[in-house]
């Protein structure tokens, strides 16, 4: 003979599971920052990263026009083991490198390149709880801009695929020095 359970008490039990399932969500919530990138979240994928970086540091590759740039045809590189993501320019756009650093904290440091067709520039972002912090300047030791690749004090920054190591050239290619990742700094090699 079956067992009949009272409504009350079936009531009752789906009121937990509810609450139960509806919980955690609440109660760990926070506020989502502004962009979208969260330091509790270290799994982010490159192409998320690449689509939450400010406007204010690729003017040449607008948001709204992103989600398309990250289709096959127009990416070069997909590594998303090593970390590395390269989106092929024209004239009209830069050629973008996205290279994510590993923290000794298990956070990242997202480093990016545009490639222009007559410069280079080069940003590290912190990715805080409100957004992007720009630590460029703090974490690269004699850090240029490269408006000219002919300009004597040009400072290309070539993002690694693999390994920790940016290689700073030039603007004809050759190398100047190198700079190794330690964990939370770059530490320049002669």
Same mark, same amino acid.
């Given at each position: 003979?079956?067992?009949?359970?009272?409504?009350?008490?079936?009531?009752?039990?789906?009121?937990?599971? =509810? /609450?139960?399932?509806?919980?955690?969500?609440?109660?760990? !919530?926070?506020?989502?920052?502004?962009n979208? *990138? $969260?330091?509790?979240?270290?799994?982010?994928?490159?192409d998320?990263?690449?689509?939450? #970086?400010? &406007? $204010?540091?690729l +003017?040449?590759?607008?948001?709204?026009?992103?989600?398309?740039?990250?289709?096959?045809?127009?990416?070069?590189?997909?590594?998303?083991?090593?970390?590395?993501?390269? #989106?092929?320019?024209?004239?009209? %756009?830069?050629?973008?490198?996205?290279?994510?650093? %590993?923290? $000794?904290?298990?956070?990242?440091? #997202?480093?990016?390149?545009?490639?222009?067709?007559?410069? $280079?520039?080069?940003?590290?972002?912190?990715? !805080? +709880?409100?957004?992007?912090?720009?630590?460029?300047?703090?974490? #690269?030791?004699? @850090?240029?801009?490269?408006?000219?690749?002919?300009?004597?004090? =040009?400072? *290309? @920054? &070539?993002?690694? %695929?693999?390994?920790?190591?940016i290689? /700073?050239?030039?603007?004809?290619? %050759?190398?100047? @020095?190198?700079?190794?990742?330690?964990?939370?700094?770059? &530490?320049?090699?002669?």
């Amino acid at each position: 003979m079956a067992r009949r359970f009272p409504a009350r008490r079936l009531a009752g039990v789906g009121l937990l599971l =509810c /609450v139960w399932f509806w919980l955690p969500d609440v109660a760990g !919530q926070k506020a989502a920052p502004k962009n979208d *990138v $969260s330091r509790q979240n270290p799994r982010r994928t490159l192409d998320e990263y690449f689509l939450a #970086i400010p &406007e $204010s540091y690729l +003017p040449g590759v607008p948001r709204a026009r992103r989600r398309t740039l990250l289709r096959p045809e127009h990416v070069t590189v997909r590594d998303e083991r090593n970390g590395y993501l390269q #989106i092929a320019g024209d004239g009209a %756009r830069p050629t973008v490198t996205v290279a994510k650093f %590993r923290r $000794s904290d298990g956070t990242y440091l #997202i480093a990016v390149t545009a490639d222009y067709e007559m410069g $280079s520039e080069c940003w590290l972002l912190d990715e !805080q +709880p409100g957004g992007f912090v720009d630590v460029t300047r703090n974490l #690269i030791p004699d @850090y240029r801009r490269c408006e000219d690749f002919e300009a004597a004090d =040009c400072h *290309v @920054y &070539e993002l690694p %695929r693999y390994g920790t190591t940016i290689v /700073v050239k030039d603007g004809e290619g %050759r190398e100047r @020095y190198r700079l190794a990742w330690r964990g939370n700094h770059f &530490e320049r090699l002669p």
